[in-house]
């Protein structure tokens, strides 16, 4: 996820609102809307859009493979992308041994 909050954080201060996602890995050229980050990682994949409206909005990966199979681990900001909080309540579900270590 870490990946995507600077080019989200970036596209939010320039049009004032959350881009649409899209896969690196695809090939086809974004859209307007649209930002080119990796969501497909080791365990899971990054949700394909920015939940909440700017400046305040949810990333949320969602593990599919291993132990923390059908949880999600989510990342939130109120400032449009200037600072990122995780294990927040209503997007994070993975238990804390399977976050990443910053936010366990």
């Known amino acids: 996820m870490a990946g995507i909050k600077s080019p989200a954080a970036e596209f939010g201060?320039?049009?004032?609102s959350w881009p649409g996602l899209?896969?690196?890995a695809s090939g086809a050229?974004?859209?307007v809307s649209e930002i080119a980050v990796t969501m497909?990682?080791?365990y899971g994949s990054v949700a394909p859009t920015?939940?909440?409206?700017?400046p305040a909005g949810t990333i949320t990966y969602n593990?599919?493979?291993?132990r923390a199979s059908g949880t999600a681990a989510g990342i939130v900001t109120?400032?449009?992308g200037g600072g990122w909080t995780?294990?927040?309540a209503t997007a994070t579900t993975v238990l804390s041994k399977y976050r990443p270590q910053a936010c366990r």
Do not use: E, L, R
């Not at 201060?13 to 004032?16: F, Q």
């Not at 593990?63 to 291993?66: D, L, R, V």
């Open 13 to 16: 201060a320039n049009t004032n």
């Open 78 to 80: 109120a400032d449009g």
């Open 86 to 88: 995780c294990n927040n």
């Open 50 to 54: 920015i939940g909440g409206t700017y």
């Open 22 to 24: 899209i896969a690196q």
């Open 29 to 31: 050229a974004p859209a």
């Open 40 to 42: 497909v990682g080791k």
């Open 63 to 66: 593990f599919s493979t291993g």
